[in-house]
Structure formats: C-alpha cells, structure tokens
C-alpha cells in the first residue's frame, strides 16, 4: 500500500469512526489502520490492521 496513500490522523482516542474526503465514486478502496502514542517528542506506532476493502457509492 505505497501507491495513492492518504492518510487521517485521529488524536481524540474515544473516535472510533471518520471520513476521508476526495475518493472517486464506484472504486474499491482499501483500508488499514494502527495506534499510535506520542511521548516526549517521539511517536511510537502499533502494528497495522488487517487490510480491510471498502466500495464507494
């Protein structure tokens, strides 16, 4: 998943939801996802999702 890549940053942990804007109607999308944790200026990452696929309308 390197190619077309956009990404959405939640800070609020209690989100479990958002939108991404800018998709093109009737294209499948594809969709992982992973925490993240910011301390003392560094930002440590959690392991990726299962990719899951999403169909626009």
């Known amino acids: 998943m390197t190619k ?4 959405v940053k939640i800070a609020d942990a209690k989100t479990y939801e958002t939108v991404v804007k800018g998709l093109k109607a009737k294209t499948t999308y594809y969709v992982r996802v992973r925490s993240y ?4 200026g560094f930002t440590y990452f959690g392991e990726w ?7 626009t309308k």
């Open 37 to 40: 944790h910011e301390f003392e």
């Open 4 to 7: 077309n890549v956009k990404t």
């Open 49 to 55: 999702s299962s990719v899951l696929s999403a169909k």
